[in-house]
């Protein structure tokens, strides 16, 4: 844990691998972000108010899996500079500020909602 707050880990070069128990823990983060982009790939198809909230968090799954597969495949293989732990994370804090963004847009749907059955009331006594 001490090795984490310092500044030689972060910006190092030439880093070592990753331990084999931080390695598997990225690997199935890749692979719970592969599952979740097929399950969501079901689902984003249908209509509804909910279908531009499933095509972003599909394109936010599916994107970070193959940035995580890319960083991973530098990290394995020690390539200087690609897989210096900085790139890591830029990429973590990537996705907290793109989550972020696809929950605000969570938040606008019952506005859209209520938006929506006003307008429909009002084109009921519309001829």
Same mark, same amino acid.
């Given at each position: 844990?001490?090795? !984490?707050?310092?500044?030689?880990?972060?910006?190092?070069?030439?880093?070592?691998? !990753?331990?084999?128990? =931080?390695?598997?823990?990225?690997?199935?983060?890749?692979?719970?972000?592969?599952?979740? &982009?097929?399950?969501?790939?079901?689902?984003?198809?249908?209509?509804?108010?909910?279908?531009?909230?499933?095509?972003?968090?599909? #394109?936010?799954?599916?994107?970070?899996?193959?940035?995580?597969?890319?960083? !991973?495949?530098?990290?394995?293989?020690?390539?200087?500079?690609? &897989?210096?732990?900085?790139?890591?994370?830029?990429? =973590?804090?990537?996705?907290?500020?793109?989550?972020?963004?696809?929950?605000? #847009?969570?938040?606008?749907?019952?506005?859209?909602?209520?938006?929506?059955?006003?307008?429909?009331?009002?084109?009921?006594?519309?001829?």
């Amino acid at each position: 844990m001490k090795n !984490l707050l310092t500044l030689n880990y972060w910006f190092n070069l030439l880093p070592e691998g !990753l331990t084999p128990s =931080a390695q598997k823990l990225f690997i199935g983060f890749i692979i719970l972000l592969i599952i979740t &982009s097929l399950l969501i790939a079901i689902f984003k198809g249908k209509t509804g108010l909910y279908r531009g909230f499933f095509k972003r968090l599909y #394109g936010f799954c599916l994107s970070n899996a193959i940035i995580g597969m890319i960083l !991973l495949f530098f990290n394995y293989e020690i390539v200087p500079f690609l &897989s210096a732990r900085f790139w890591l994370g830029i990429w =973590a804090i990537s996705m907290i500020i793109w989550l972020i963004s696809i929950l605000k #847009g969570l938040k606008k749907i019952p506005i859209i909602k209520k938006e929506y059955a006003e307008k429909e009331e009002l084109k009921k006594y519309i001829p």
